[in-house]
């Protein structure tokens, strides 16, 4: 993957989502060692769309399957997706009493584990807390 291509995959994306009627979003290309290759976000994309596409993105690369079978994967296999999700540190969002969210793979999203969080677990160069050590 090359900037060149990465910038066409944007535009074709961009395109087919503004063919679509779709809310104007953000792109995330990585290269096959999970590297930000290119990103582009439209005027009006909500927050986090960054986020979310290099999330999209790097479980695709991870898994070695498109984002759609995932899904597919996801209601099929909750658990599975579930499993994956704490491996590389995130938890499943919670309502105000700490119960799990419930519903379609697309109602239930990921978070990253909030140091403060007992299950938090400090990567490289991280104290036990998340500061810098």
């Known amino acids: 993957m090359n900037l060149d291509l990465a910038r066409r995959a944007i535009g074709g994306a961009l395109g087919h989502a503004a063919s679509q009627g779709y809310k104007p979003p953000t792109v995330v290309v990585l290269d096959a060692g999970g ?3 290119a990103a582009e976000r439209q005027d009006g994309s909500s927050n986090k769309r960054f986020e979310v596409a290099y999330g999209k993105a790097s ?3 991870a898994l070695g399957m498109g984002s ?3 899904m597919a994967r996801a209601e099929q296999q909750p658990y599975f997706i579930a499993a994956v999700s704490r491996s590389v540190g995130a938890l499943p969002m919670t309502n105000t009493t700490g119960e799990p969210l419930t519903g379609t793979p697309r109602s239930v999203a990921a978070q990253q584990v909030p140091p403060h969080h007992p299950n938090h677990r400090p990567s490289s160069g991280e ?4 500061y810098p050590a």
């Not at 104290?127 to 998340?130: D, F, T």
């Open 127 to 130: 104290s036990s807390r998340g």
């Open 35 to 37: 590297h930000v290759v």
């Open 59 to 61: 479980g695709a690369l």
């Open 68 to 70: 759609r079978a995932l």
